[in-house]
C-alpha cells in the first residue's frame, strides 16, 4: 500500500493550480465589460501558471520514492454529517498527476490558440471566463479524493460544456446541441449519484482510500452494480454507447471547445473514472465485460460515423468516439489494459486536440466552411497547418515511430492476451480508422481544388500555429517518451495495478498485421478519395453510408425509446392537470354560481314571501321550544 | 273582579265575547272591503276589552276601548279614506303558493301553541286580583303605583316614544310647497278660462212650485234647465216635467215685478 | 273553566292576525293584522297577571297598546306617502330587492 504524503513544500501549491483558473473564471465572468480588453490574457496567463505549478508537482513527485508518490491536501472540512464525510481534499498521484499535466498544458496551448481564433468574437472575453472555468472543473474532477468530491467537478464540467456549446447561443442549432449534451449527460450523472449512494451504504465511507482498500470485501453483486452505474456515467460524459448521440452535435461549439472538451479532456473523464475505480471493477468481472462490451461498440459506431461525414468536425467527432472507445474497451479488460488506455488517453488528447486545432486553422482560412467537398488541394496555401495535421494523422492511424502506433497497438496487444475475437475485432477497427482518417486528409489538403468562389485560403497567424507546432511534436514524440524516457507503465503501476499475459503468438506478429490492415485501410481511402474526382455534391451512398450519415438512426432511437414516451407522459399529465384538477376547481366554482342562482329565487321582492319565511321560521323555533319543555 | 278561580258568570262572558272576537278576526281577514275589514276589528277589540274587564283589569279595558278602538281605529279609516278602494282589494292571490303556505304555517303556528300552552299551563292554579287590587285601593291606583315605582324610566321612555312619533308623522307626510300658492286671483281666473260652468249649479225646483230634487229651476225665459237637477237623477233621466200653466204664472210674475220695478 | 283558556284564545287569535298578514295584499288591511296580533298578545298578559295575581302584566299590556299606537301613527304616515307617490297600496308593488 502506498503511503499517504502530507502536502508540504511544494506539494502545498495543490490547491493553487485549481484555484488560478476558478479565479481567472469568477472575475472574468463578473467583473464584465470592463475587462474586455485584458481579460482573454488574464484567461491564458492563469492556465500557463496552473501547468508551469503542475511541471514542478511532477518533477518534486518523480524525486519521491515510488511508494510514496500519493499527496492529500485537506483544503476544506466540507460535509460532515453523521457518518457521512466528504471534505474538500485533494489528492495527487500518479494517476492525477498525468491528467494535471495534460488538462494544464493542453488547456494553456489551446487557450493561446483561442486568442487568435476568437480574436473577432464581441464575446470572447466570457468564453475565455468559461474556458477557466472548465479547468478548474476538470482539475477538481481528476485531484478529488472522494467521490462527491468528484461529482462536483463532474458537474461543473457538465456545466462549462453546456455554455461552452451553446456559446453562440442566438444559433438555435447550438442552443438545441447544448441542451442535448447536457441532458444525455444528465442520464449519466444519475448513474453516478446512484453508485456514490450505493458505494456509501455499502463501505461507509466514499473516500477513494476507505472505498478501494475495502473493496474486495463486499459482495460480487454489489460491486457489479456499483460498477455498471459508474459504467453509465462514463458512458454519458464520455459519449459512449448508449449515450453518445450529443457528441456529433456538440461540435456547433467553437473549434477550441471541441478540441479541448470533446477531444482531449471532458470526454475522457469517463475513462478516468472507471481507471480510478480499478479495485471495484478487479473484484466485478461482470461489470468489466459489460465495460468492454460498451467500448467494442462504440469502437465500430465512431468510425462508422466518421467516415460518412462531410463536416470535417463531425468526422473528427465520430473519430474520437472512437478512439474513447479504444480506451474504454482497454480498461475494461482489467490490470492488462488499464496503462495502456491511460497512455492512449494522453497521446490522443494530444494528437486529437493537435487534429482539432488543425480543423479549426483551415477553417478559419476557408470563411469557417466546414464542408470537406468545399476543400481539397489546401497542401499548398496552408503549409504549416499541413505539416502538424499530418502529424497527428500519422500519430491517430498508430504509423511508427508517432504517438498513436505506441499505445494503440499495446491496447491490440492487450486484447489478444483476453480474447482473439476482439483483438481481431479491435484490429479491423483500426484499418477503418485509416480509412476515414485517410479520406480526411484526401480531401482536405489533396486532389483538385473546391473552393467557394469568395474562398480565399490563407494560413492561420503564428498565435495559432505555435500551439499547433507544439502539439504536432507531441504527436511525433510523446509516445516515445512516455514508454523509453519514463516508463508509463511502472509509473501508474502503483494506482491501476499492472500484469502482462502472455499470447499464443509474439507481439511484433500482432503489431505487423496491425500495421499491414492499417495500410490497406489508408490505400483505399486514398485511391477513392485522392485518385478519384470527389463530388461536390454528396451522392447517395448505400443503406449503410446512408445510415453512417444518420449517426447510425442514434437520435431516432433516442426519440422512440425516451423523447416521446416522455412527451405522451406530459401530455397526459397536463391533460389531467386541466381536465380533472382545473376541472374540478372550475366545477366548485360553477358549483357555487349553480348554487347562487338557484337560491337568489328566494329573493322574490315581495314583503309577503319574507313574512312567510319569518312566520315558518318562528314556527321553527316554537317547535324547538315545546319540544324541549315536552322531553 | 273576581279570584282566582273562574266562576260560572266568567266562563258564559268568556265563551260569548271569545266567540264574537274570533269572528271579528276571521271577518278582518277575510273581508273584500277594506272598510269592512276595520269594522271587523273594531268589534274584535271591544270583545277584547270586556275580556280584559273580566279579568280584573277595568282600566285597561276602558283604555282599550277609549285609545285603541276610538283612536287607532279611526285613524285607520281615516287613511282608508285618503286611500280609496284599490285594485289591491282583489282576492285574487298572485304570489304562488303564498296562500297555500300560509293558511298551513297559520294552523301548524296555531296548533304549536295550543299544543304548547296546554301542556304547561292547564294544571296550573291561578292567583286571582283581588289582593293586587286592594294592595293599593283599587286597580288604577296599583296601576299607578307600578308605573310610577319601579316602571317609571319605561314610561318616560314610552313618552318620548309618542312624541318622537308624532314628529315623525308631520315630518313623513309633510308636504313641500314647490310653487308659491296660487292666488284667489288665479284661481278664479283658472275656473273662467277652462271654459266650464264658473258659479253654483242652480238648485232643483227654483221657481217652479215643487222643490223636489227631481224638479228643474226654470229659467228666467221658462225654460227648464237641466244643470240643475243632481246628476244620478240627470244621468237616469229622472226629471218631472213641468206644467205649462205654472210656466205661464212665472211669466207672468215676472212681467209684473219687471213693470214695477225699472225693467228687469 | 280555566284561566288557561284565555291564553289559548289569545293563541287563536294571533294565529289568524299572523294569516292575515301573508295572506291580504292592502297594506292597510296587513297593518291592522298585526293590530290584532298585538292585541292577541296583550289578552295573554292580562291573562297572565290574573294567574300570577301581580299587575305587572297589565303594566306591561300598558304599555304595549302605547306603543302600537306610536307604530300606528308612524307606519300609516308612511303608508299615506308611498301612496302619494305610487298612487298604490298594494304590499306588492315595492319589490325592488328582488334579484
Given at each position: 500500500m502506498t503511503e499517504i504524503v502530507p502536502?508540504?513544500?511544494?506539494?502545498?501549491?495543490?490547491w493553487v493550480i485549481i484555484a488560478l483558473p476558478a479565479a481567472g473564471a469568477f472575475i472574468l465572468l463578473f467583473a464584465g465589460r470592463r475587462t474586455n480588453s485584458w481579460g482573454p490574457i488574464l484567461g491564458v496567463l492563469t492556465v500557463v501558471a496552473s501547468a508551469v505549478i503542475s511541471v514542478l508537482m511532477l518533477l518534486a513527485l518523480m524525486d519521491q520514492p515510488a511508494k510514496e508518490r500519493t499527496v492529500v491536501q485537506n483544503v476544506y472540512d466540507w460535509v460532515f454529517v453523521g457518518s457521512f464525510q466528504a471534505s474538500f481534499a485533494l489528492q495527487l498521484d500518479q494517476l492525477s498527476m498525468v491528467f494535471v499535466l495534460l488538462i494544464t498544458i493542453v488547456g494553456a496551448l489551446i487557450h493561446i490558440y483561442s486568442l487568435g481564433y476568437m480574436s473577432h468574437d464581441p464575446d470572447r472575453r466570457k468564453f475565455f471566463g468559461y474556458l477557466n472555468l472548465f479547468v478548474a472543473a476538470m482539475l477538481v474532477l481528476v485531484l478529488a479524493n472522494n467521490y462527491l468530491l468528484l461529482y462536483v467537478g463532474w458537474e461543473g464540467v457538465g456545466l462549462a460544456s453546456y455554455l461552452l456549446i451553446g456559446f453562440?447561443?442566438?444559433k438555435p442549432s447550438a442552443a438545441a446541441a447544448a441542451k442535448k449534451a447536457f441532458v444525455i449527460n444528465r442520464v449519466g450523472d444519475v448513474g453516478l449519484s446512484l453508485a456514490i449512494m450505493l458505494i456509501f451504504v455499502t463501505f461507509g465511507s466514499i473516500t477513494f482510500q476507505d472505498v478501494f482498500g475495502q473493496a474486495s470485501d463486499a459482495s460480487e453483486g454489489t460491486l457489479t452494480a456499483i460498477g455498471l452505474l459508474l459504467l453509465l456515467a462514463a458512458a454519458g460524459k464520455s459519449a459512449q454507447f448508449p449515450l453518445q448521440a450529443w457528441l456529433l452535435d456538440a461540435m456547433e461549439g467553437p473549434t477550441p471547445v471541441s478540441a479541448l472538451i470533446h477531444a482531449a479532456t471532458m470526454v475522457t473523464a469517463g475513462v478516468y473514472l472507471i481507471a480510478r475505480s480499478n479495485a471495484i471493477y478487479d473484484a466485478a468481472a461482470w461489470a468489466a465485460t459489460a465495460v468492454v462490451v460498451v467500448g467494442l461498440i462504440t469502437i465500430f459506431m465512431g468510425a462508422i460515423i466518421g467516415s460518412a461525414k462531410d463536416d470535417i468536425k463531425k468526422s473528427l467527432a465520430g473519430s474520437t468516439m472512437s478512439q474513447i472507445g479504444y480506451m474504454v474497451f482497454a480498461a475494461g479488460l482489467g490490470p492488462i489494459g488499464y496503462v495502456y488506455a491511460i497512455f492512449h488517453l494522453l497521446t490522443h488528447g494530444v494528437f486529437k486536440a493537435g487534429l482539432f486545432l488543425g480543423a479549426g486553422s483551415v477553417m478559419h482560412g476557408m470563411n469557417?466552411?466546414?464542408?470537406?467537398?468545399?476543400?481539397?488541394?489546401l497542401r499548398g496555401v496552408m503549409g504549416v497547418t499541413f505539416v502538424t495535421f499530418m502529424a497527428g494523422y500519422l500519430a491517430i492511424i498508430g504509423i511508427?515511430?508517432?504517438a498513436g502506433f505506441w499505445s494503440k497497438d499495446e491496447i491490440i496487444h492487450a486484447a489478444f492476451e483476453r480474447n482473439a475475437i476482439i483483438g481481431v475485432a479491435a484490429i479491423l477497427a483500426a484499418g477503418v480508422t485509416g480509412f476515414y482518417m485517410t479520406r480526411m486528409i484526401a480531401m482536405t489538403f489533396f486532389g483538385k481544388k473546391r473552393w467557394e468562389d469568395d474562398a480565399h485560403p490563407h494560413e492561420s497567424p503564428s498565435v495559432m500555429t505555435i500551439p499547433l507546432v507544439v502539439l504536432a511534436l507531441g504527436s511525433a514524440f510523446l509516445g516515445m517518451a512516455l514508454l523509453f524516457w519514463g516508463d508509463i507503465k511502472d509509473w501508474l503501476k502503483p494506482v491501476v495495478g499492472y500484469e502482462s499475459v502472455p499470447t499464443p503468438l509474439p507481439t511484433s506478429f500482432y503489431i505487423a498485421v496491425t500495421l499491414i490492415v492499417v495500410i490497406i485501410g489508408a490505400i483505399i481511402g486514398w485511391v477513392m478519395y485522392a485518385r478519384r474526382d470527389v463530388p461536390m455534391e454528396a451522392p447517395t451512398g448505400n443503406a449503410l453510408t446512408r445510415a453512417a450519415r444518420q449517426d447510425l438512426y442514434g437520435d431516432a432511437v433516442n426519440d422512440v425509446l425516451v423523447v416521446q414516451p416522455t412527451y405522451r407522459a406530459a401530455e397526459m399529465v397536463t391533460t389531467f392537470d386541466s381536465k380533472a384538477v382545473d376541472g374540478f376547481v372550475n366545477w366548485t366554482g360553477t358549483f357555487v354560481g349553480d348554487l347562487a342562482r338557484r337560491l337568489r329565487r328566494s329573493q322574490s321582492g315581495f314583503v309577503r314571501s319574507y313574512a312567510l319565511s319569518m312566520v315558518g321560521g318562528a314556527l321553527i323555533v316554537a317547535l324547538a321550544l315545546v319540544l324541549v319543555a315536552l322531553s | 273582579m273576581n279570584g282566582g278561580a273562574v266562576g260560572i258568570g266568567e266562563a258564559i262572558v268568556f265563551w260569548v265575547s271569545g266567540t264574537l272576537a274570533v269572528i271579528g278576526a276571521l271577518g278582518m281577514v277575510i273581508s273584500k272591503k277594506a272598510v269592512h275589514s276595520a269594522l271587523f276589528i273594531a268589534l274584535t277589540m271591544i270583545n277584547l276589552a270586556i275580556l280584559y274587564v273580566a279579568n280584573a283589569a277595568p282600566f285597561l279595558g276602558m283604555v282599550q276601548i277609549i285609545v285603541y278602538t276610538g283612536a287607532v281605529m279611526m285613524l285607520f279609516l281615516f287613511v282608508l279614506m285618503v286611500v280609496g278602494v284599490d285594485s289591491s282589494d282583489s282576492l285574487i292571490e298572485t304570489i304562488k303558493g303564498q296562500r297555500a303556505a300560509a293558511f298551513l304555517l297559520g294552523v301548524g303556528f296555531s296548533i304549536l301553541l295550543i299544543a304548547g300552552i296546554g301542556n304547561g299551563l292547564m294544571e296550573t292554579s291561578s292567583t286571582g286580583l283581588d289582593a293586587a287590587n286592594a294592595a293599593q285601593g283599587g286597580n288604577v291606583e296599583g296601576l299607578a303605583a307600578l308605573m310610577f315605582g319601579p316602571y317609571l324610566i319605561a314610561f318616560e321612555v314610552t313618552a318620548a316614544l309618542l312624541i318622537t312619533a308624532a314628529m315623525g308623522a308631520m315630518i313623513l307626510t309633510h308636504r313641500e310647497r314647490w310653487m308659491p300658492k296660487r292666488t284667489q286671483r288665479e284661481l278664479s281666473q283658472e275656473r273662467f278660462a277652462?271654459?266650464?260652468?264658473?258659479?253654483q249649479l242652480p238648485a232643483p225646483g227654483v221657481y217652479a212650485r215643487h222643490n223636489a230634487v227631481d224638479t228643474p229651476a226654470l229659467l228666467p225665459d221658462g225654460s227648464a234647465s237641466d244643470m240643475s237637477i243632481p246628476e244620478p237623477l240627470r244621468v237616469r233621466d229622472d226629471i218631472r216635467d213641468v206644467d205649462p200653466a205654472e210656466i205661464d204664472e212665472v211669466r207672468q210674475l215676472s212681467a209684473d215685478s219687471s213693470g214695477e220695478d225699472d225693467g228687469r | 273553566m280555566n284561566p288557561a283558556n284565555y291564553v289559548l284564545l289569545s293563541a287563536v287569535l294571533f294565529s289568524i292576525g299572523a294569516i292575515g298578514v301573508l295572506v291580504r295584499r292592502n297594506a292597510i288591511i296587513v297593518f291592522m293584522s298585526v293590530e290584532l296580533m298585538l292585541n292577541a298578545a296583550n289578552l295573554a298578559f292580562v291573562a297572565f297577571a290574573r294567574m300570577n295575581g301581580n299587575l305587572d302584566g297589565q303594566v306591561v299590556a300598558f304599555f304595549v297598546m302605547v306603543v302600537a299606537a306610536a307604530e300606528v301613527v308612524v307606519g300609516l304616515a308612511i303608508i299615506v306617502t308611498i301612496f302619494r307617490t305610487r298612487r298604490s297600496a298594494s304590499i306588492d308593488e315595492p319589490n325592488l330587492l328582488k334579484y
Open positions: 502536502a508540504e513544500g511544494i506539494f502545498a501549491l495543490l453562440w447561443q442566438h469557417d466552411n466546414v464542408n470537406m467537398r468545399r476543400y481539397g488541394a511508427p515511430p508517432f | 277652462s271654459g266650464a260652468h264658473p258659479g | -
